[in-house]
């Protein structure tokens, strides 16, 4: 059967690993190929680098760090953050990712995910939706979809977002609560099982994961097909092996 | 010299299959040539492969590459990945297109009515993360490998040998497909070595090794 996944997130910013929390306040938590190395040791199934770097100066440094991490590090990487064109898409790739994560730039031109699905492949090109509750309490729940690390509504609803780019050519879908993440209270997982049972490509969960039952919770009540985690993987709280524990001990598969 | 030609035809991560191997096989020399007479001359060949099957007969084709690769699978140690297994085989359903024919069979997409898995969840095409490969019998590439270890996959089609005899390994998802066939010198995988950590490394250790 096939496992469950759990990736470790890392914000990268000009080489460096950060997490922000609400996308403020960073704080430096390592070399990116240590920490990278010591993940693939821990038993991680992938890596997900996300490239925050903000000064247009700094953006091939990425290409660098993809490098020199798929030069020891042999499992799936990916990466996003700041792809506005095929071109950065087949750099990436070419610099050694395996899947490349759009975000801001497929909500801009969704035919981005069309061509760049067609030029390299659907197994290669995610699509990150930030999405926010913005239902009132007590009507049905309802998400919209934000741009430019949450700061930006699109008006787009997040589940016919999810069902489009599915439809575009995305092979994955890397969803972030924005209400979530950097809480560490956990998942929202309706939101996680309403995109997840909305379409039949694999959903990643991501933000909110404070502790092991999160991410138990993200494949059990989210219908999550992986699950992604940060800042309790960079500080040591936990080892994605004993990640891994927990969720066999709870009857989920993983490697 | 151990050489190693790893095929390149403009589809898929190159670069990661040659650093794997670099990985393991540190004295070898890895090519990543679109030469024929380089494949030509290698002593062992990687024929890797992503994206859609027809794109990558076309690219095969339009590289002057259809020859070498055929040669290859008649003579050396031969490898291949992902697309590198689909188009062994006669025909894929994706786009209706023809492979190389070195195997009769074919490569289907799999079956939307067969993507239940166990507790009647759907399962996701396409078929991406870590699954377990059981072993249908013994082979130098297997070697210190456990049986039904997890490799990474990515892909909507497997392949469907006319000859049972020729697959090497299993996978269930939804259905039972063949996950790698072997036959004289040639081995070939629908999983990824070059991204499943230290399973994949071995296998890639016991390709540079194998004397078929």
Known sequence: ?255 | MNTVAIVDYGMGNLRSVAKAIEHVAPEARVLVTHQPALVASADRVVVPGQGAMPDCMRELAARGLLQSVIDATRRKPFLGICIGLQMLFDSSEEGGVSGLSVFGGRVRRFPAERMIGPNGVRLKVPHMGWNRVTQARPHALWQDIADGERFYFVHSYFVVPDDAALTAGRTEYGVDFTAAVAQDNIFAVQFHPEKSAQAGLALLGNFMRWKP
């Open chain 1, 1 to 255: 059967m096939l496992a469950k996944r759990i990736i470790p997130c890392l914000d990268v910013n000009a080489g460096r690993v950060v997490k922000g929390v609400n996308f403020v306040g960073l704080r430096d938590a390592g070399d990116p190929v240590e920490i990278a190395r010591r993940y693939d040791a821990q038993g991680a199934d992938e890596l997900t680098f996300l490239d925050i770097t903000a000064s247009s100066d700094d953006r091939d440094i990425i290409l660098h760090v993809v490098e020199q991490v798929a030069e020891q590090v042999f499992i799936p990487l990916t990466v996003g953050g700041g792809i506005r064109a095929v071109e950065d898409v087949r750099r990436l790739l070419n610099a050694g990712a395996d899947k490349v994560s759009m975000n801001t730039a497929a909500v801009q031109s969704p035919q981005l995910v069309a061509e760049a699905s067609g030029k390299v492949g659907a197994q290669c090109i995610v699509v990150a939706i930030d999405a926010k509750c913005v239902s009132a309490e007590g009507e049905p729940a309802r998400w919209q979809v934000f741009t430019h690390g949450g700061r930006k509504p699109t008006g787009l609803d997040a589940i016919e977002w999810a069902r489009r780019v599915q439809a575009l050519g995305a092979g994955e879908i890397l969803l972030t609560s924005m209400d979530r993440d950097g809480t560490r209270i956990g998942f929202d997982l309706p939101l996680t099982r309403a995109i997840a049972d909305a379409v039949d490509i694999p959903v990643i969960a991501s933000g909110g994961v404070g502790n092991l039952a999160h991410l138990a919770d993200g494949v059990t009540e989210g219908h999550a097909d992986a699950v992604l985690a940060a800042s309790i993987f960079h500080y040591g709280e936990f080892t994605v092996g004993q990640a891994k524990d927990f969720m066999r001990a709870r009857g989920i598969e993983v490697r």
